[in-house]
């Protein structure tokens, strides 16, 4: 039983930016919420900039410590910086929100003396980290008392890559279920939607050549992809090279997905990596059926014929027959999304603040007001 607090804790979230992504979704999700009576939040990032920034509370104090590169002298100026001010404000504990916020904010913070210090690791592994990078982040979770990840699969991977037990805890993303209407009674299924970053692990290569296949059987097929990124070009050039481009949007950045979602008969995720899938959680709110691919924390939220379907990864004729199979058999999609729909509760934004406020205590409570715990890490200069 944890105590509590004669008056809040000062806990900082320590961010990139505040551009979307799931990441970043969730940690605004999570500070905005926070009980007041027990935590006093603040915000620090490297960028001030990103639309998730305007869901921040006014009066969340949000400091910025500028980083355009680690390898820069600019950078250990901006370490000191963080560590000074987390004295200033007497923080209790800090919390690393990804991986650049892990390599930077835990030796600083265990360098300030903050004695509740909290990573997380959101991502199992992916194509866009360097193994210098990933070595790093290795190092840098030595400095932390806890790290969460999001899903039992990502856990797995913190221990594969050495980190001690007693450190890992699971919290799973949490979603505001309140902004996703049950599903309207759907008929024919054939508005495909995707909603993921366009970036190499995530797959869209797969579903849009999975299209001919799908069209072949369902003419009246079509599919939107929301999302930006690195790969934007080359899934238009995809779509063009296999004359798919006139049954294809590409929608940009989504600023309403539960209307989109709305709007759509059926979700798919052909991800190669995934450690927890937010956008999957959206979907089964909304009551779509889901496909989604095989790997990571995907099957720990759907459940192969019962919630959705699911398929090996960068298979493209199982994908293929896994969506088309759905629109042959409308009365199982409708199904299987009101299953989804019934089961994602588990996944409430409400419970997964709830985990969050929980551990923030216990690990306050461990390293504060037991200051002789001799698991205490040390981090060499």
Not at 204 to 226: C, N, V, W, Y
Request: glycine share 6%; net charge positive; proline share 7%.
């Amino acid at each position: 039983m944890v105590r509590m607090p004669v008056c809040p804790h000062d806990v900082v979230l320590l961010l990139t930016s505040f551009d979307v992504g799931g990441t970043e979704r969730q940690m605004v999700d999570l500070v905005r919420r926070l009980d007041t009576a027990r935590f006093r939040p603040h915000i620090a990032c490297f960028h001030q900039r990103g639309r998730l920034l305007a869901d921040v509370p006014d009066w969340i104090p949000i400091r910025e410590f500028p980083i355009h590169g680690f390898a820069r002298p600019a950078a250990a100026r901006q370490w000191l910086a963080f560590a000074r001010w987390c004295r200033d404000i007497g923080a209790r504990l800090v919390h690393t929100c990804d991986l650049y916020a892990n390599i930077f904010g835990l030796p600083a913070a265990a360098f300030a003396g903050v004695p509740a210090r909290i990573a997380n690791r959101r991502e199992i592994v992916t194509g866009d980290k360097s193994p210098a990078q990933l070595r790093c982040q290795r190092l840098a979770y030595k400095a932390a008392h806890v790290v969460v990840a999001n899903s039992a699969a990502a856990r797995a991977q913190l221990a594969r890559e050495g980190v001690p037990e007693h450190k890992l805890r699971v919290i799973p993303n949490g979603l505001d279920l309140r902004r996703y209407a049950p599903a309207p009674a759907r008929g024919a299924i054939r508005r495909v939607v995707m909603v993921a970053n366009l970036r190499a692990e995530k797959g869209h290569e797969t579903l849009i050549g999975a299209i001919p296949a799908i069209a072949a059987r369902h003419p009246d097929a079509t599919f939107s992809f929301a999302g930006n990124g690195p790969r934007r070009d080359a899934l238009h050039t995809l779509a063009r090279a296999l004359g798919v481009e006139t049954r294809v949007r590409f929608l940009g950045e989504c600023r309403d997905v539960p209307a989109l979602l709305a709007d759509s008969d059926l979700f798919v995720l052909p991800s190669r990596s995934e450690a927890f899938p937010n956008a999957v959680i959206e979907a089964m709110a909304a009551g779509l059926p889901v496909v989604a691919s095989d790997v990571g924390g995907i099957p720990e939220v759907v459940r192969d014929g019962v919630t959705g379907v699911l398929v090996p990864p960068d298979d493209v004729p199982a994908l293929a027959d896994a969506v088309a199979g759905l629109m042959d058999a409308p009365r199982r999609a409708a199904a299987l999304g009101q299953v989804a729909r019934d089961t994602v509760e588990h996944y409430s934004i409400d419970r997964m603040v709830e985990a969050f406020e929980r551990l923030y205590l216990t690990e306050i409570e461990n390293h504060v007001w037991n200051r002789g715990d001799r698991r205490q890490p040390r981090v060499a200069a």
